[in-house]
């Protein structure tokens, strides 16, 4: 059989067995690039695949590009609303975070494994940053839930820290060839490195963004391949110039993520799809390149400096900055905890293999052992350290199936599939009592595989699937009516506007968001609004008050009957809390 052939059915092989791989991982609670490195050693030279590579070349050029990949998928799901949330926190642990760390482990690394100090740092750099994806791993999928804040501060200091540790990784090694020769150098190169890197990555994101949504291409398939093209746009022309090219795709991805773009939920998949490839191919291939005999000589080694990273680099770091952010005792002993290492460490290690650093074979042997050590221990203690600290919150509900609709332009409209539990207020009512928001409308209800059109008088059963057609902001109302837990008002999103018929009853709109107003149960909103309102008082933009909520009067035809009604759940400025819950407090 040709050579191709063999390279072919070998590289199939590997994948499905890594795929087969992340099952198992989630059963065992472990980050899944353990189990994708240990099929890269069975499959090596040292294991029974008998597989020789040792090309550092092709491995530096595959790691790069799967990085890249890699940074910009992590870019694309990070949110906005929560990077702004926590961004001041997680940005100095990106940055400040890892150099400490990286000094305090580069220095301890230098006494263990009698390196230079250049040397040292080198390999506390390349050691510095955290995996996102295993991270995001344990934490979405590991069985526990923690209070958002410090779960978001974790997400967004994991998805970001990664070029600051590149640029740290890459200064070093300038700085041990003899390119950079002073500390104004360095600074310059950091500066450029930084600047370039931000600047460039934000402006090629807005523009894709801007390119993306007025191109019209003849094959839907076709925008997941130009968002990818974009992103190495990113990281290829911010390189050239000088900048992080890292930084610059990561921040691209940020970008493009964010903002609206046609077939945004296929763009997602499709890069989603092409992370995992990356991680599962570098996993495997840094495997390969591996060697199991050389890790046992090193394993004293590397398990006293992974003692240093895990026990005193990274706690040192978050000591430093998480009391600046009220980040209580109980918050740091965690954030100090989860500092797993992954995919950047060992595709960085590779760097100092295709230059004249006669330590490098050992840097790369340590830095896999550190690796797999930092996945095993943090990675399987993190749910149960999480319980013993008691920073557990109740799980939230899972969120609907929200369905793409496939338009070549921006709807501000969404297919959303909701699964009506025993508990969901929507169960055992009829269509027309459910007090939907104007412009939501129930397209069909599947019950036990068969399709139900909906009428007014349709009942929704527990059971069934409720299709809906909506815009996007009147989805955090529709899902409390359909959600399998009942919230009370002091879970409505305040200070939000969401559209109404007149026409629904008073009851009804009690019974869907779990609020009380002073008047009868079967009056319509507009009867409601007209007992409050003198004649003389009835106009368009005209605000009634009932106990928790407002109703606005968004729309009166000619004859002055009310068309448009939009309901606004109310705040108290001084508490940050509905009317509601401050009459249940007392």
Known sequence: MP??????LV?????????????VSARLGLPVLVLFLLLGMLAGDEGIGGIAFENYQLAYSIGTLALVMILFDGGLGTSASAFRAVWAPSLLMATLG??????????????????????????????????????????????ISLPK?????????????????????????????????GVQDLLGLL??????????????????VWVINR?????????????????????????????????????????????????????????????????????????????????????????LVGVVLVFVARPIAIGMIAPLFRFNRREMVFLSWVGLKGAVPITLATFPLLTDIPQAPLIFDVVFFVVV???????????????????????????????????????????????????????????KELALPAGAVIALIVRQGQVIPPHGSTRIEAGDHAILVLRSDTIPMVTRIFADERLGSQDLPPLIEFPLRPSVKVGELEEAYGIRMEAPGDWTLSQVIRSRLDDDQLRADAMVHFGPIALHIRGLSPRGTIEQIGMVILMDEETGTTPEDQSKDG
């Open 3 to 8: 050579r191709v052939e063999i390279i072919i």
């Open 11 to 23: 590289a199939g092989l590997l994948l499905l067995l890594g795929i087969a791989s992340s099952k």
């Open 98 to 143: 890892v150099l400490i760390t990286a000094v305090v482990t580069g220095l301890a690394a230098m006494w263990i494994l009698d390196l230079p100090i250049l040397v040292g740092i080198l390999l506390g750099s390349i050691v510095g940053s955290t995996d996102a994806a295993a991270v995001f791993s344990i934490l979405r999928h590991g069985g």
């Open 149 to 181: 804040r410090l779960a978001s501060t974790l997400e967004v200091e994991s998805a970001s820290n990664d070029p600051m540790a590149i640029f740290l990784t890459i200064g070093c090694l300038e700085v041990l060839a003899g390119e950079v020769t």
């Open 191 to 208: 500066f450029a490195q930084m600047v370039v890197g931000a600047i460039g990555g934000l402006a090629i994101g807005f523009w894709a």
């Open 215 to 303: 191109i019209r291409l003849d094959s839907s398939g076709l925008y997941p391949v130009l968002v990818q093209a974009f992103g190495l746009l990113a990281f290829g022309v911010t390189a050239w110039l000088g900048g992080s090219g890292f930084l610059a795709v990561y921040l691209a991805g940020l970008v493009i993520g964010n903002n609206p773009i046609v077939f945004q939920r296929g763009v997602r998949l499709f890069h989603d799809a092409t992370a995992w490839l990356a991680q599962i191919l570098m996993f495997i291939m840094l495997g390969l390149l591996s060697f199991p005999s050389r890790m046992i000589a090193v394993s004293i080694q590397g398990l």
């Open 373 to 431: 050590l930092s996945a095993v221990v943090q990675g399987w203690t993190m749910p149960y350290l999480a319980r013993y600290l008691d920073l557990e919150v109740p799980a939230e509900p899972p969120p609907p199936v929200t369905l793409e609709i496939m338009s070549l332009q921006n709807i501000d409209g969404e297919v959303v599939d909701y699964a009506v539990g025993d508990n969901s207020r929507a169960a055992g009512r009829q269509v």
